[in-house]
Every structure is written in structure tokens, then in C-alpha cells.
């Protein structure tokens, strides 16, 4: 793929009309390899290849928490912090709906739904990121700001080693 043709994606198609300065980075997608392939494709900590999760509130709301690859979200301080008895994982099927994206390439650009976004605070702090551009096995880098530019996402400290 060359350095200006990325997949056209509905995340490329945000990013574009954003004017985000983002990088493309294709790998070789493994099943249910997460972030650990992802990371060593590439070459990079994987504490900075950031995992989207569509998630549900006890009454069916739907929302993204973006989390560092080495980490876990703990959904019981994320329910505390949003003010909900209880946040789990959507199903494979219902996450797809809400992004339009296939599990393991689910991007927080262009979701078919809009949903609230959730970010772990500390990456925010990190130089750079690497994110699902809305395909398996296709990540785009980027600078945390642009992300916070674009997305608006609320910052909360969940994760968990």
C-alpha cells in the first residue's frame, strides 16, 4: 500500500474531512491475536496500540471505551464514574450493528451509530498512537490530540493491569 492510498473506510472518510495528519499501517491480521499481534506487526509498545470496545449500560446504552492494548477495562469503576449499576461488553453481532465495523476492526472514526466515547486518561499523554482504521489488520497512527480533537471522548482512569 503506498505511503497516500489508504483503505477507504468510513474512518479513512472522517479522518480525510477532519484533516487529521494520520499514517497507515497494514498488518497481517491474526484471529483473535488483539493488540499483541498488532503491536509486534508493527513494531511498536503495544501500551500505545489503543483497542476500541463497544460496550452497554444495564439499560442497553451503548458506548466506546478506548483502552491501552495491555491493559483491562474495569467496568465496574466505569459504570461508578457514569453513574450506572453495570457496563458490559456488547456481543459480537450488536457491536457490529452500532460501528458497521467486524469485531477486530472496529475504529471510534465513522461509526454507523453515534455513541458516547470514553478514553482512558493516560493516553492522551502518550507521542503517538496507533489505532484501528476501520478494517482488520489495518491500524493508523496519529498524534493523541487529533483523536481528542475529533472524537471529544470523556476521560476516565479504568484500566487495570
Partial sequence: MSKDKHPITAAVRVLRAEKV????????????????????????????????????????????????????????????????????????????????????????FGTRRSMPVYLEETIAGLDRIYINGGKRGYLVGMAPAELLRVLKPVLVKVGIS
Fill in 21 to 108: 495528519n494520520f499514517t497507515d499501517h497494514p498488518y497481517d491480521y491474526e484471529e483473535k491475536g488483539g493488540t499483541a499481534v498488532s503491536a509486534r506487526e508493527l513494531g511498536v509498545d503495544e501500551h500505545c496500540v489503543i483497542k476500541t470496545l463497544v460496550m452497554e449500560t444495564d439499560n442497553g446504552t451503548p458506548l466506546i471505551i478506548l483502552m491501552h492494548g495491555d491493559l483491562q477495562v474495569s467496568t465496574k469503576e466505569l459504570a461508578r464514574l457514569i453513574g450506572v449499576k453495570q457496563v458490559t461488553p456488547c456481543r459480537p453481532e450488536t457491536a457490529q450493528k452500532l460501528t458497521g465495523y467486524m469485531v477486530g476492526g472496529t475504529s471510534p
